[in-house]
């Protein structure tokens, strides 16, 4: 089946050949006026301007007149598996509690994990296929989803098993990373080590067995793992092939980006405290440092200083961290949105953080992100959109006229 997307507008993201963009790069996309794309079953064939099209044997033709083309975006942070909401600690937050307070007294990770023990299989998927669902319409193409809302093996289990139940029914891309290290169950919080153990002697070679993750993380943070824990769970999720990917610095710099460095992390996420060792540590590196401006804007914490990482010449990715307790919102267009208004990134650098770079960030800029022969179509046609900074400016609005999935119409 040959689909050919004709008379776009202007066709956003051509592939530059990197793997990702760092520094002055960043603010550089390569764009092609009047072009067309065709795409045969899940693959994107050829591209070019127009007038250059020569294609005459495709099935379907789609119109794309008025229409800036942009590659599907790359999340590489939720946390969409979960059970329920924790609306009511969002009520507790307005009314003057700390998301920390909150997380003390037994609630926040915690909280979500006691509701996703006692949710099914079943139910569980029921409302995570809803939140996909809702991303894949808003021209998610790709995501990264965690557990971590378990903390036992059964309930880590679970939530894995149905990331990869979502797997084989979707066509938008996923990977699964195992976060078991997320929070410290109540039962453990006097025997850390035994939580660690468990973690490392009945978790990780369970997960190993029915093959459900890609990455490992863990919430290196004051209260939850140290900067210690989390290099004795990486360096055993390392004996399976899970590559990390951290949650670090979200309020406290404890050195944890120099150690994820160390232990080869795909990447760094949240940053929201940064520190001159931690960009000396990240320099030169293969990781991907990650901003997630949802979570700031939601829970009133600082941003991550993206412009102290990309004039350090660094590479910045952009991700949602959809999840019940500091981001409930997989909305990467919003995430655009607040990376320029509240990260002092161009529209062009927040494209290339939510495509190519997020792409990396899930090992998967060889098949994403841009637009090259032989990477998978996923693409989003723009309505409404005069150029191309008018879509992160344009907050809230609604600018997604179709996604286009591995070649599927999702709408
Ligand atoms: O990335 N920081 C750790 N984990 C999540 C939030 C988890 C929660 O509050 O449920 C995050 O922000
Ligand atoms: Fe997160």
Redesign the pocket.
């Known amino acids: 089946m040959k689909v050919l997307f004709k008379h776009i507008k202007q066709l956003v993201g051509i592939d530059v050949g990197r793997a990702f963009v760092a520094g002055a790069q960043m603010n550089e996309l390569n764009t092609i006026e009047n072009a067309f794309i065709l795409v045969e079953d899940e693959i994107i064939i050829d591209y070019g301007k127009m007038e250059e099209c020569m294609h005459q044997e495709s099935d379907e033709i789609v119109d794309c007149r008025g229409s800036i083309v942009v590659p599907a975006w790359c999340d590489s ?1 939720t ?1 969409l598996v ?1 059970a329920g909401n ?1 609306e009511s600690e969002f009520v507790d937050r307005i009314k003057g509690a700390t ?1 920390e307070e909150i ?1 003390a007294k037994g609630g ?2 915690l909280n ?1 994990a006691r509701k996703l023990q006692q949710t099914s299989f079943d139910e569980l998927y029921e409302q995570s296929r809803k939140r996909l669902e809702g991303i894949m319409r808003m021209g998610t193409g790709a995501v990264e989803i965690k557990s ?2 378990g903390l036992t093996t059964e309930a880590e289990l679970k939530m894995l098993r149905v990331i990869k139940k979502l797997k084989e029914n979707y066509p938008i891309q996923i990977k699964a990373t195992f976060l078991g290290a ?1 929070a410290m169950p109540t039962e453990f919080k006097k025997n850390k080590q035994g939580y660690t153990s468990l973690l490392i002697d009945e978790m990780l070679p369970a997960i190993a067995d029915e093959n459900l993750a890609d990455f490992i993380d863990v ?1 290196c ?1 004051e209260g ?1 793992f140290s900067v210690q824990e989390m290099e004795q769970i990486l360096e055993a999720g390392a004996k399976y092939g899970l590559v990390p990917k951290v ?1 670090v610095n ?1 309020f406290n710099a404890l050195g944890g980006i120099a150690a994820a460095v160390k232990h080869n992390a795909r990447s760094v ?2 940053l929201e405290v940064l520190t001159v060792q931690d960009i000396k540590a990240l320099t030169g590196s293969n990781t991907m440092p990650v901003a ?1 401006p949802g ?1 700031s804007f939601f ?1 009133g914490i600082p941003y991550t200083p993206a412009r102290t990482l990309i004039n350090a010449n660094l590479p910045v990715a952009l991700a949602t ?1 959809y ?5 409930p919102s997989g909305n990467m267009n919003f995430v655009l949105s607040t990376a320029c208004i509240k990260l002092n990134m161009s529209p062009t650098e927040a494209i290339n953080a939510a495509t190519l770079n997020g792409a990396y960030a899930m090992n998967l800029e060889d098949s994403l992100g841009s637009i090259k022969k032989g990477k998978l179509a996923n693409l989003i046609i723009t309505q409404n959109v005069p150029s191309l900074g008018y879509l992160p400016y344009s907050f809230g609005e609604d600018n997604v006229k179709h996604v286009y999935l591995k070649g599927q119409k999702i709408v």
């Open positions: 942070h946390h979960y924790r998301y997380a926040g990770i979500s971590g809302y997320h919430f943070e939850y949650h979200q996420d949240h997630l979570c829970l961290d999840n019940p307790g500091s981001a």
